[in-house]
């Protein structure tokens, strides 16, 4: 779960990382009230999650509070990578002199959370990691030890950070393992932290993205997720208990099992194809989930073929077959169908599905060029 700017920010500060004075508001009537709360110079910032919201227009300085009222009505009114800007946050403007990256996520080579800081900040990580991966720092916590002194100042030294912004940076850096931590993220990123003409360091822009395995136990947490901008799909799916994932391909895919999607979806790209989702029904799934999950696949636009790939073991063939015929029913769908159906009950659900408008597969080869051939043939 991804957390917006303006909560990721909060709870660095909770964590005695410094942000600017500001607040989020959802008309430009609010945002005018707070800027003048905050008096001076305000920056407005676009609270949608992705990233580059300054090079596409969705950050912008104020001079006053009328100003800041004419920016937000027009970056409220904004879409942003293609997704509509419901709230902004209004921020007091500092004063940039240096911008630097600073951030922790989980290394799974080194089975550690990394530590990495670059004196590049403001601009995206994956860019300078491209350009000058050199200029990328990277020290790895130990989880049972925490972080150390010596690894903040290593990373300072590191960066070309001068001396008396030490002290400060180390704070900052702790501020945000702790955070990273105690929230059970799997990313905690400030960039750009920024050396202020004034000398000061503090947290311009944040952004977390949280364990969603672990949000049973943060319910403060799990509250702040924003239903507006998840894709309509996922939404849909989380309610029926079902694990979907959108990607870019046009091959649908409805699989039991994580271990056996991804293997779907690795066969698939095995033979040119590319998979428009993840989609795992999950054990012992019936009918009404079966039936949502198809809908939800048939929903998407971009889909040329479905791949329906069942092992039945206590899911039931049958169960799953019964499924399919009742979306089938409702949604009518324009697409080619590949199924290969096998395990429990594989008989009695082939014999449900016959008559149904399906390509038929006996394995998961088989199955794979069938769907790919036929999202090609699609696409024509
Ligand atoms: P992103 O583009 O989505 O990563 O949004 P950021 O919050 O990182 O802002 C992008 C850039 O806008 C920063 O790197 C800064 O250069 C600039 N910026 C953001 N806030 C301020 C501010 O208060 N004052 C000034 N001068 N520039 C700012
Ligand atoms: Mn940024």
């Given amino acids: 779960m991804k957390l917006h700017e303006y909560q990721s920010k909060r709870i660095f500060a909770k964590y005695g990382v410094p942000i600017p004075n500001g607040k989020v508001a959802a008309t430009s009537t609010e945002a005018k009230k707070i800027a003048e709360d905050i008096g001076g110079r305000v920056v407005i910032k676009s609270q949608v999650l992705v ?55 989980n290394d799974r080579m080194a089975r550690k959370p990394v530590l990495m800081a670059s004196s590049e900040g403001g601009i995206e990580i994956e860019e300078v990691a491209r350009t000058s991966p050199e200029k990328i720092i990277k020290v790895h916590i130990d989880p049972l030890l925490g972080l150390r002194d010596y690894q903040t100042r290593d990373l300072a030294s590191g960066i070309n950070l001068p001396q008396k912004h030490w002290r400060s940076f180390a704070k900052i850096t702790h501020g945000l393992w702790q955070a990273y931590k105690n929230s059970d993220a799997t990313l905690a990123e400030i960039n750009p932290l920024v050396i202020t003409d004034e000398g000061e360091l503090i947290a311009v822009d944040g952004k977390m993205v949280l364990d969603d395995n672990s949000l049973f136990r943060h319910p403060d947490l ?12 996922e939404i849909e799916a989380r309610k029926y208990g079902l694990s979907y994932i959108k990607l870019d391909g046009n091959i649908g895919c409805l699989v039991n099992g994580a ?12 033979y040119g194809g590319e998979p428009a989702n993840f989609l795992d029904i999950g054990g012992g799934a019936g009918a009404t ?32 077959a019964k499924g399919i015929l009742q979306s089938l029913d409702e949604v009518k769908p324009k697409v080619p169908i590949v199924a290969r159906l096998v395990g429990t009950n594989a008989k009695e659900g082939r014999k449900i599905l016959t008559g149904a408008n399906m390509i038929t597969a006996e394995t998961l080869t088989d199955a794979a060029h069938k769907a790919v051939d036929a999202a090609i043939g699609g696409a024509k």
């Avoid at 403007?93 to 630097?100: C, P």
């Avoid at 271990?259 to 779907?264: P, Q």
């Avoid at 939800?296 to 791949?307: D, G, R, T, W, Y």
């Fill in 51 to 105: 990233g580059g919201r300054g090079k596409a227009g969705g950050i912008k300085l104020a001079k006053n509070a009328t100003e800041a009222e004419e920016i937000a009505t027009q970056i409220l009114s904004m879409e942003i990578k293609g997704l509509p800007v419901r709230k902004v946050l209004i921020d007091k403007a500092v004063s940039i002199n240096k911008e630097i990256y600073l951030g922790i996520t």
């Fill in 222 to 233: 799990a509250e702040m997720r924003d239903l507006d901008i998840e894709a309509a799909e």
């Fill in 259 to 270: 271990g056996l999607a991804m293997t779907t979806m690795d066969v698939i790209k095995l």
């Fill in 289 to 320: 989930k079966v039936a949502a999950a198809l809908r939800i696949i048939l929903s998407e636009p971009n889909i040329k073929a479905v791949l329906i790939n069942i092992f039945g073991g206590i899911t039931r063939v049958d169960e799953v």
